[in-house]
C-alpha cells in the first residue's frame, strides 16, 4: 500500500489512497497508455481507453481501500476499459469489412479481423516507399515496436507491465491475473520470444 503524502491544501479534494490525483496522473498516465496499447490497435484507442479509465478513477477513489497498492488498481482498471474498447473496435472492424470487401483497396493486404495478426500487413509495401533517412534510433524502436506486437497478448501485456512500465512481479501477476510460477514461467517465455523477433530483424 501506497503511504498517504503531505499535499497542499487545495490538493486534498482529489485523493486517492492518500496520493493527490494530479500526480498519479503525472506519474501513471504514460505507463497506462503504454499497457493499453498491448490491447488495442491504435494510440488514439488507447488513449480513449486510459481517459475513461481515469474517468472511474475519478468515480471510484473513495472506494479504494488499499488492498492492494494504488499502481495496481490503476493498471486493474485500464485492463477493464481497454479489454471494452477492444471488443467495441472489434465489432466495428467486422462491420466495416463485411461492408467494404469488395471496394477495399486493401483487401488481401491486411490480415482479416479474427486473425492473431489483424490489422497489420499480410503482404506489406515495398521498402522502397519508406523514408531512407531514419536514425538509428528510430530504426530501433521501430524494431521493437515489431518485435512487441509479434508477441501473443499476454506475452506482450507482461514484458510491458515488467520491463517498461517497471512493476514488480507480484503487482504484474495481481493485474494479470497469475500466480507467481505463472508469472514467471510466461515472462521467461515473453523475453525470450522478443529476443527472437528482434534478432530476425537484426538478421534482416
Known amino acids: 500500500m501506497v503511504s498517504p503524502v503531505a499535499v497542499p491544501p487545495e490538493d486534498?479534494?482529489?485523493?486517492v489512497g492518500g496520493i493527490p490525483l494530479a500526480r498519479l496522473v503525472r506519474d501513471f498516465h504514460r505507463p497506462m497508455l503504454n499497457f493499453a496499447r498491448?490491447?488495442?490497435d491504435s494510440?488514439?484507442?488507447?488513449e480513449e481507453a486510459v481517459?475513461?479509465?481515469?474517468?472511474?478513477?475519478?468515480?471510484?477513489?473513495?472506494?479504494?481501500?488499499?488492498?492492494?497498492?494504488?499502481?495496481?488498481?490503476?493498471f486493474a482498471i485500464v485492463k477493464n476499459t481497454a479489454s471494452r474498447?477492444?471488443?467495441?473496435?472489434?465489432?466495428?472492424?467486422?462491420?466495416?469489412?463485411l461492408a467494404a470487401a469488395e471496394t477495399d483497396p486493401l483487401s488481401g493486404r491486411m490480415y482479416p479481423a479474427g486473425h492473431p495478426d489483424a490489422g497489420h500487413w499480410s503482404?506489406?509495401?515495398?521498402?522502397?516507399?519508406?523514408?531512407?533517412?531514419?536514425?538509428?534510433?528510430?530504426?530501433?524502436?521501430?524494431?521493437?515496436?515489431?518485435?512487441?506486437?509479434?508477441?501473443?497478448?499476454?506475452?506482450?501485456q507482461l514484458v510491458v507491465l515488467r520491463d517498461v512500465v517497471g512493476t514488480s512481479a507480484e503487482e504484474a501477476a495481481e493485474i494479470l491475473d497469475l500466480s507467481a510460477a505463472?508469472?514467471?514461467?510466461?515472462?521467461?517465455r515473453a523475453r525470450g520470444n522478443l529476443r527472437n523477433q528482434l534478432e530476425k530483424w537484426y538478421r534482416q
Open 51 to 74: 481517459q475513461e479509465a481515469w474517468v472511474q478513477v475519478l468515480q471510484s477513489s473513495a472506494s479504494f481501500e488499499g488492498r492492494s497498492s494504488v499502481g495496481t488498481w490503476l
Open 85 to 97: 474498447h477492444r471488443r467495441r473496435e472489434s465489432r466495428i472492424r467486422d462491420h466495416e469489412v
Open 12 to 15: 486534498t479534494a482529489h485523493l
Open 123 to 156: 503482404d506489406p509495401p515495398s521498402r522502397r516507399f519508406l523514408p531512407e533517412d531514419r536514425t538509428v534510433a528510430q530504426e530501433l524502436i521501430g524494431y521493437l515496436r515489431a518485435a512487441l506486437d509479434a508477441l501473443p497478448e499476454r506475452q506482450r
Open 182 to 188: 505463472g508469472q514467471r514461467a510466461l515472462l521467461y
Open 43 to 46: 494510440a488514439t484507442i488507447a
Open 38 to 40: 498491448t490491447m488495442v
